[in-house]
């Protein structure tokens, strides 16, 4: 989405040619939610396989597609000592009636397991899957063709607490982690508020570390997923092009983070509407310590600093932006001992 209102992808499709038209753009937003506290880049091959290119006549460019969006997201890992993940997402084409359609969908996953294998993924995720059967069938393309990577599985849940095969949301995440998912749990669908009680089934029903990636829309009880919210003075929906009548506020997300921290979601992120701005209030309430060292660019200590820049005259020192208030604060302790004027 962050592309789509920066004008490189068009909502609806949501196809990734951004990754071969600009691919500067695609590590540049890499970038960005790094220094914004997150410790993946996931390869941005989301609508990037086979049955999504065909649609726009582009399928030659499949391959080059993802092992470009792949080097792209290793680079950008290794520059900055993050993980990367390849991505698998629906498939557009699962039916859990028709057998042909499943190994339709396990060579889309397979060819995109392999090349994120071989481009060098730390794990790889498979996000966005309504049907438990479809899920079960990216996590065996993994576990068959992924060189031993970790996978993460999560489903989106629309409105009723079931995946779209009638298997009820927590059994679903239990049964892929018994099967061997590393990380289970929800993405996209559905925002904070209508997220947060189906983790806590899903937190009751599994042992391992579970996922929540959140919308950033203001769903609620009568509109549990962004697709069905509605424009709050006009009545309209909004999906997939007006939705900045309803995003979340930044203390949305703060509290969600909150919320998921209580529960025990171990692994947290944000989907479609995400922003670094967003993604900062997670890292806060997540690991406000590992942000940035207390210390200047170029390694003064930050009191250190601020001392300095007081004995060669400067009437005011002290901090401003980068932080919130509960990692600024232990810092300005600091500070004030280290200075006698104000700050
Ligand atoms: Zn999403």
Redo the contacts with the bound molecule.
Sequence with gaps: ?EMERRGYLQAGGFIPEVVLEHPEMVQGLHKEFIHAGTDVVEAFT?YGHREKLRAIGREDDLEKLNRTALKIAREVANETGTLMAGGLCCTTVYEEDNLETHDKVRSMFKEQVEWAAEEGADYIIA??IHSYGEAKLALEAIQQHGKGIPAVVTL?CLIPDETMDGVPIAEACRKLEEAGAAVVGL???RGPSTMIPALREIRKACNGPIAA?P?TYRTKEDCRT?HSLKDPDTGKDVYPRNLACVMSSRDDIRECAEEAKAIGVNYIGL???NSPFYFRELAEVYAPTCLIPDETADGVPIAEACRKLEEAGADVVGLYCGRGPSTMLPALREIRKACNVCN
Excluded: R
Aim: with cysteine.
């Design positions: 989405m989301y996000e966005t989106s993405n996209c669908g990636l919308v962004w989907c479609c509407g």
